[in-house]
């Protein structure tokens, strides 16, 4: 649904960048921090450098927030403001980079379930403790949850409706 509303959306729907300065997203001048230091103001203009350092920590499994946070990086509305945009050249690369995002994700579910050490690499010994295991259940939960949302056609649940006396498959099909 929100892929279609980005779809169909005009430029005159999306936010526009002033939209992000009143609202305290952007910043056009230093701002001083809450010990008075002159903070570095945040980049607002698109630059492929910029575009594919985020991507590549976005494939990496890092968050759009974590990303984001550091001084020298733009704010994390500006770089949404970037992707939703129509035909901006971010866009297709920030969809492209979420997508590996997700798939390194279910590697991850595979790995945690493994009881592979994410430093090391190796499988651990032992099963752990009752928190250790409660812990990786909760983040192999949270993945594939995730990952069920974001990439449906993949790890989605799958239904099947199958007639009871002959085993044959039934098909729906919606006619308008």
């Not at 892929?3 to 009143?22: F, Y």
């Not at 952007?26 to 575009?51: C, F, H, M, N, W």
């Not at 035909?87 to 592979?116: C, K, Q, V, W």
Request: aromatic share 6%; net charge positive; glycine share 8%.
């Amino acid at each position: 649904m929100a892929a279609e509303a980005r779809t169909n959306a005009t430029v005159s729907e999306l936010p526009d960048p002033e939209w992000l300065k009143l609202s305290g997203y952007v910043e056009d001048q230093p701002s001083r921090t809450k010990k008075g230091k002159l903070r570095k103001p945040r980049p607002t203009i698109y630059t492929e450098a910029i575009g594919s350092k985020i991507c590549a920590r976005l494939a990496a499994g890092e968050t759009l927030v974590a990303i984001c946070k550091p001084a020298g990086m733009p704010s994390e509305a500006v770089v949404r403001y970037w992707a939703w945009k129509p035909n901006h050249p971010f866009g297709p690369l920030y969809r492209d980079a979420r997508m590996i995002g997700y798939l390194r994700m279910s590697d991850e579910i595979t790995n945690i379930s493994d009881g592979i050490d994410e430093v090391t690499g190796e499988k651990r010994k032992g099963a752990g403790t009752n928190e250790e295991i409660r812990r990786d259940a909760l983040r192999v939960s949270a993945r594939q949850w995730v990952a069920a949302r974001m990439l449906p056609k993949v790890f989605g649940d799958r239904i099947t409706l199958k007639d009871d006396d002959s085993g044959a498959t039934i098909r729906i099909q919606i006619m308008d």
